[in-house]
């Protein structure tokens, strides 16, 4: 029987080349990752600390924007031409993108990696989320401006492909997965306008030097405009999967097609007018405004509610098609053996308690509670770091047979994989929520005071520490077995059904569905007429304030510690005269305070 | 016994770890300071009733489940 690379074989190359480039950064990601969790819990310390935030910004960067962003435009060409059943309209198109995305990440990861050699003049330490007051060298946010106009042409591609489809099926529903995609990217389009917009007219020239200085808060609030709905651009292929991968690996078939719709046409309204959740401590945007993105947020919780309703009601479908019986006994009748669908449960197991942890981040109240901690990243390494990610490597076990025409490596290794890195999750994460609630910040090569301890409700901040070292540990094991099993895979030769890729129809299927779903004209103006609503104001007051241009110059600037030292030393001569003062234990103090500057 | 597949078995052990790590957390919502220690012996409890169904599923299987795999 045919499968993806047999019917497209142009396509399945592009689809590989983005899952290679994926699992490179996911491999380099991860090693930063490791380093870090024993830097900043002090069990090792391999790197110096000024270099700390070098590898922060290349693990942010490289996992939250590359590897998922990768594998994104892999998983939507495959859906595309599987679900259109035709192949994208021109092949030179799609490896366009491609050429563009690799080129504008490489150049963003040189200008980060750059950092931790002095003897090139290039830095990019602005970590992942890339708002001034930090400044980058050009080449960083000019790799960035290419990454996303990529992203940009990979969209126009396939909604070309949709309107060649629609050209000779003028009466179709669009195909499930399509309109997953389609609706995807429509959020996408919306959403990157406002990154776009800080990059290319005030951070690019801002780092050329041809303007001084730039508003700090507007260029927050453009980064948060898009950084909220990048989790969902992060998360929408897991869901892809998840609707209509999970039932079928469970046995089943999806539960409802339409209801499906629905929840993405709820992600292409809510997505973007929420943005300023993420500044709920930032001075300088109106308590208000903060409020109504919180209740937008809030809102947004539905659809998430509804994909559980849905999955796990398909995956119980599955069992019982299996065999599965009583309340809870089903669960013992899943294929618990496929790596595949274990991983993708495990990930929408853990996705649950993040959405938990993310209704304290939402709250505007208790979010000052965990806000910059060490809170944070434990919530995001359930969502991102693990719903997506490890639905991303679960997955693979199922696509990469379709896509090279070879089976999996070791399917047993696999399920330890994807079951390691649940355990390494359980215990890195846990103990960043729990240190977060005692306030330990975030973002910080060490976290340790003098004259001052942490005070813990329950257990010890060595214990939380001794948690973080070692789910860190497990994780990047996690990530060395799964590259080991991807290249074996890759490796092997092929055979003539690598896997059983049929996906069945859904239990209630698209021809239920109201015709409004599928009007994507509609959806985004209604979307675009929110985000107005949403933005136009604290938009308007932001730039009032504080001007277009502000007036920051740019971070980290060098400050000298000389005239401090020089003031002392006059203050001491003033109090003490007569009194010879020690000036070589002060120059030594000198060199060391210049030192640690640099 | 219920014959329960090797992995089954694996993904329950990996269940284990959130339980016990947390039902520290619980007890402390209580006020029940529990030592690390009775989370190592919570993890051990679990782990070994696990075994032990495990084990004796394949010992004991249900007539029903015997032919099948
Ligand atoms: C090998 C597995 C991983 C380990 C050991 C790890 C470890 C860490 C640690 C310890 C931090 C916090 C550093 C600090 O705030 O001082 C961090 C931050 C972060 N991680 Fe991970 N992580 C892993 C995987 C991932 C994955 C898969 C993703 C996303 C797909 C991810 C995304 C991030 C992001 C976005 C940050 C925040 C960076 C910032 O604050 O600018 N991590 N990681
Ligand atoms: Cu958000």
């Given amino acids: 029987m045919a499968t993806f690379v047999d019917r497209f074989p142009e396509e399945a190359k592009v689809v590989q080349a983005s899952f290679a480039v994926a699992f490179i950064a996911l491999g380099i990601g991860a090693l930063f990752g490791v380093v870090q969790a024993l830097h900043r819990t002090d069990f090792l310390r ?41 192949p994208l309209p021109d092949i030179r198109l799609t490896w366009a993108w491609f050429g563009l995305m690799t080129t504008g990440a490489t150049l963003a990861a040189v200008a980060i990696l750059a950092g931790l050699f002095p003897e090139i003049p290039m830095s990019a330490d602005v970590l992942y989320t890339f708002y001034a007051p930090l400044q980058a060298h050009p080449i960083f946010y000019i790799g960035l401006a290419m990454f996303i106009i990529g992203t940009w042409m990979a969209g126009a591609d396939w909604f070309l492909a949709y309107r060649e489809w629609r050209g000779e099926n003028p009466d179709d529903r669009i195909p499930l997965q399509a309109f997953m995609v389609l609706t995807t990217m429509i959020m996408w389009f919306v959403s990157t306008i ?71 046409v709820l992600f292409v309204l809510l997505s973007t007018p929420v943005g300023i959740h993420h500044q709920y401590l930032d001075p300088g945007i109106a308590e208000g405004f903060k409020f109504i993105a919180m209740t937008n947020t809030m809102f947004l919780l539905l659809p998430s509610l509804l994909t559980a309703f849905t999955v796990v009601a398909s995956v119980e479908h599955g069992a019982r098609q299996r065999g599965g019986e009583g309340y809870l006994r089903w669960l013992g009748a899943l294929p618990w053996r496929d790596p595949a669908f274990t991983g993708m449960a495990l990930a929408g197991l853990m996705f649950a308690a993040g959405g938990f942890s993310g209704m304290i981040n939402a709250g505007m109240n208790i979010n000052y509670l965990i806000h910059n901690t060490l809170w944070v990243p434990g919530h995001f390494h359930m969502t991102v770091g693990t719903a997506v990610a490890l639905t ?181 001569e003033s109090a003490a005269p007569g009194v010879p003062i020690d000036v070589h234990s002060t120059d030594a103090a000198v060199d060391r305070l210049t030192e640690v500057i640099r | 016994m219920r014959r329960m597949s090797p992995a089954l078995f694996l993904v329950l052990v990996a269940f284990t770890v959130p339980v016990a790590v947390e ?4 007890a402390g919502f209580f006020g029940v300071d529990l030592p690390f220690v009775a989370v190592v012996i919570v993890e051990l409890l679990l782990l070994a009733a696990i075994t032990a169904v495990y084990v004796l599923g394949r010992i004991y299987p249900d007539d029903d489940e015997a032919s099948t795999t």
């Fill in chain 1, 392 to 572: 991303m490597m679960a997955g693979t076990y199922w696509l990469l047979p379709q896509l090279t025409g070879k089976t999996v490596y070791s399917r047993p290794i696999g399920l330890l994989q994807v079951v390691l890195w649940f355990v390494g999750m359980v215990f890195m994460s846990n103990a960043m929520h729990r240190g977060g609630l005692l306030g330990i910040p975030r973002r910080t090569a060490e976290p340790q005071y003098q004259n001052f301890d942490f005070a813990t409700a329950v257990g010890s901040v060595g214990e939380i520490q001794a948690q973080i070292a070692l789910g860190g540990v497990l994780l990047f094991l996690s990530v060395v077995i799964f590259l080991f099993n991807v290249a074996a895979t890759w490796a092997q030769d092929r055979v003539d059904t690598p896997v059983d890729d049929r996906i069945p129809e859904p239990l209630s299927s698209s021809s239920g569905a109201p015709l409004v779903l599928d009007n994507l004209a509609l959806w985004t103006a209604i979307a675009v007429v929110l985000v107005v609503l949403a933005y136009t104001l604290p938009l308007a007051s932001i730039v009032t304030d504080g001007g277009l241009l502000g007036n920051s110059p740019a971070f980290p600037v060098s400050i000298s510690v000389q005239p401090v030292v020089d003031a002392a030393l006059s203050t001491l």
């Fill in chain 1, 194 to 264: 406002g990154v776009a917009v800080s990059v290319v007219f005030f951070l690019i020239p801002w780092s050329l030097g041809l303007i001084e200085t730039v508003n700090p808060l507007l260029t927050r609030t453009l980064f948060w405009y898009f950084g909220h709905p990048v989790v969902y651009f992060w998360l929408m292929p897991a869901y892809l999967l998840w609707y209509t991968v999970l039932p079928k690996l469970a046995g089943g078939r999806l539960f409802s097609d339409p209801l499906a719709r629905v929840v993405f």
């Fill in chain 1, 46 to 86: 391999i790197i110096d600390s000024v270099d700390y935030y070098t590898l922060l910004t290349a693990h942010g960067v490289l996992l939250a924007l590359v590897f998922t962003i990768f594998f994104l435009v892999g998983l939507f060409t495959w859906a595309v031409a599987r679900s259109f059943d035709r």
């Fill in chain 2, 23 to 26: 039902l520290r957390t619980v």
